[in-house]
């Protein structure tokens, strides 16, 4: 007797894993895309004083570790 189902493969199994993986992958993805593009805001406008760097203890930290 033959069957009339083909025997399962692994090659089968994987691609199928796959295919439902880059699926799920895609609709997990697809609401963030959404929502993300009313969001567009306005940058922050620069300091008039140049005041964008502050030299704190975890900058002086940073630079210690720098050090050869």
Do not use: C, I, W
Request: charged share 20%; hydrophobic share 40%; no cysteine.
């Amino acid at each position: 007797m033959q069957d009339s189902q083909p025997k399962p493969s692994r090659r089968r199994f994987f691609a199928g894993a796959a295919a439902a993986g880059a699926a799920a992958a895609a609709a997990a993805a697809l609401p963030s895309l959404q929502s993300a593009a009313p969001l567009a805001a306005e940058p922050k406008p620069a300091p008039e004083n140049g005041g964008g760097y502050q030299l704190t203890e975890h900058v002086k930290r940073y630079y210690k570790t720098t050090l050869v």
